[in-house]
């Protein structure tokens, strides 16, 4: 008798996120900022706003987003100079 194969047998192992990856958030909820780290991910938060920061504070939200990209745009830089591919 042939058993039904699961379906979890069918996912692929799990591999690391290879890219950077940043939240925006709001003070309000508690976020885990050291939980986030071990993966990989940077957590930037904005206070005194609720779940639509960009709505609630678009001058505070802008340059947490101009903070953001200035981490992107770093390693892009470098690697135009060193004629590396990004």
Known sequence: MNAPRSRDSD???YRPWRSTLIILSPYRWPTDVESLARHGVTAMCLPAVGHF???EDPAGF???LDTAMEQFAAPQRVNRRLNLKP
């Open 11 to 13: 996912r692929r192992p």
């Open 53 to 55: 920061l960009m709505l």
């Open 62 to 64: 802008n340059r947490l």
